[in-house]
């Protein structure tokens, strides 16, 4: 699969409902439940956010699905069928799409009618990648529904969870009749996004005033980061032996001095073409030599200030050092960190989880790993998703994940779409599942302004910092909905019960203010304010 190229439909293997033109250029009469499968693909990295598709159409009814290996497999793309004229009128139609992974039939899925159009070629594309000019946005299509009632239906089904989850009861013993309020001041749970070195040093991308208006929105919305690329090996020794940890240092001060968790990402990547070539050059002896010598100089300048990593990235995916060493040098990797870090959670990291159809693979993967003594101590699941969540897939794929005991965070999110209501209820259904999920400890979004981001459309903060939609949501959730904001009174016994999230908070009775938290192992909390 190479993304950009034109895959006509007569590279078809298999149809069922579709009747091919004479010249086999088209596939038409598509009806109800039609498909066409392709391939096997192989998607390789991952990296692609689009899909565009040629097709004719008389009216704008039903929609086109890419599914992965079965026509019910994994979706992966959904678009909204737009009228184009009429059967011979062809235009080009782009869509979003999640992050694709590994080898796969691709069926392409009709829905919604009969006798909706006529399609010739399909294609996928890379971020940045430019499609058709010309092509139709399907963002420019009205959305249907009401997104707010979609995501308070989402919030009803998961309240309970949440509740049970993310909540205590604490038990305020005071003077009679006393006054009480309880303000939240931070979560216990980690709502985190990627953070980008330009924000933090000078470059020649972002101005002076950029820099702080972006280190103002990260502080006023998130209580974690994780730095995108500065952490990581080919940004710290782009040449053997030249070490350069400054800018990850300079990200790490700032963010220390602002009280935000940073999470370590990561110490090893084996994705071929991010492999510095002085080390490709290497002979296997040597190229072990340096694996190790990598983990000291990472745990020389983090241990201490870092307390958990993205051991080996994208393990599922990324084999460059496996296929060098075989697979005992993963264990080695662990195990080389742990001796240098005993106190720090070494976490897995993949993608293709949440989205895409890699989550059994993951699965065997972890258990391979933990039969073989490695040191797991947390799994990262990642989701690039394009304009729509399964909110019970995810579900169901944590619950999968959390067989395993260890604490489970979504390391990457982003809802890649110009369709402003399609992010806002996307994000929404990828956060409330996961936060009403209790193996679940945080959510990191890739990312939250448009002007660095690696899928702009994804980005919360446009390029003039305007919220969009989604940052309004993201807000209402996490500082109004799950936020603790109590005002009242106890009783005349000088007592006073108050449902709490889990995190800390200011409890000011009488006017005297204490500073507690209260965490999911100090239910029924009792506290004397006498």
């Not at 204490?514 to 029924?524: L, S, W, Y």
Request: glycine share 8%; charged share 25%; with cysteine.
């Amino acid at each position: 699969m190479i993304p950009g190229t034109w895959i006509p439909v007569s590279s078809a293997v298999q149809v069922d409902g579709l009747k091919p033109s004479a010249e086999g250029t088209i596939l038409g009469y598509v009806t109800d439940g039609a498909w066409a499968a392709f391939g096997p693909f192989d998607f390789a990295d991952g990296l692609v956010d689009r899909v565009e598709v040629q097709y004719a159409a008389p009216a704008s009814n039903g929609h086109i699905e890419f599914r992965l290996d079965t026509p019910d497999g994994p979706a992966i793309s959904k678009l909204d069928i737009q009228q184009t004229g009429d059967y011979n009128t062809y235009r080009v139609v782009q869509g979003d799409c999640e992050q694709l992974a590994e080898t796969h039939r691709l069926f392409v899925v009709f829905r919604g009618g009969d006798d909706l159009c006529n399609i010739k070629a399909f294609r996928f594309l890379k971020p940045g990648q430019k499609g058709d000019p010309r092509a139709i946005d399907p963002a420019q299509k009205p959305a249907a529904g009401d997104t707010q009632t979609e995501i308070e239906t989402i919030l009803a089904a998961n309240q309970e969870a949440i509740e049970k989850n993310r909540t205590a009861m604490i038990t305020l013993q005071t003077p009679p009749d006393a006054v009480v309020k309880v303000k939240q001041i931070r979560h216990a749970f980690e709502f985190g996004t990627a953070i980008n070195r330009r924000a933090f040093v000078p470059n020649d991308r972002l101005n002076e005033a950029e820099q702080t208006k972006y280190k103002e929105i990260l502080k006023a919305n998130f209580n974690s980061v994780v730095h995108e690329n500065a952490m990581k090996w080919y940004s710290n020794e782009k040449e053997r032996d030249v070490l350069t940890f400054s800018d990850a240092e300079a990200m790490l001060d700032w963010c220390e001095q602002n009280g935000l968790f940073t999470r370590g990402h990561c110490v090893y990547w084996g994705r071929d073409n991010l492999v510095q070539g002085w080390l490709k050059e290497l002979d296997d002896a040597s190229l072990r030599e340096e694996i190790k010598e990598r983990a000291h100089d990472y745990f020389r300048h983090f241990k201490d200030r870092v307390h958990e990593h993205d051991m080996n990235n994208e393990m599922v995916h990324c084999h460059y050092y496996k296929n060098r060493l075989g697979a005992d040098i993963r264990k080695q990797m662990f195990d080389w960190c742990h001796e240098l870090d005993p106190q720090a959670r070494l976490y897995v990291n993949d993608y293709s989880i949440l989205s895409g159809g890699a989550t059994g693979k993951y699965i065997e993967q972890i258990k391979g790993f933990l039969a073989a003594g490695m040191p797991v101590g947390g799994i990262g699941v990642q989701g690039h998703f394009g304009g729509h969540v399964n909110g019970p897939a995810v579900k169901e794929k944590l619950d999968q994940l959390a067989q395993f005991g260890l604490p489970i965070k979504v390391t990457e999110f982003d809802a890649n779409t110009k369709d402003q209501q399609a992010k806002a209820k996307a994000l929404a259904t990828l956060y409330i599942t996961a936060f009403a999920h209790p193996a679940v400890e945080g959510v990191y979004m890739w990312g939250f302004w448009e002007k660095s981001h690696w899928r702009p459309n994804a980005a919360l903060w446009n390029a003039d910092w305007s919220e969009t939609l989604a940052a309004k949501t993201y807000r209402d959730l996490v500082f109004k909905r799950w936020w603790t904001d109590y005002q009242g009174q106890a009783n005349r016994v000088g007592h006073c019960d108050i449902r709490v999230f889990y995190g800390e908070h200011e409890v000011t009775v009488n006017g005297h203010t204490r500073r507690i938290t209260v965490g999911k192992h100090e239910k029924d909390k009792l506290l004397d304010f006498r």
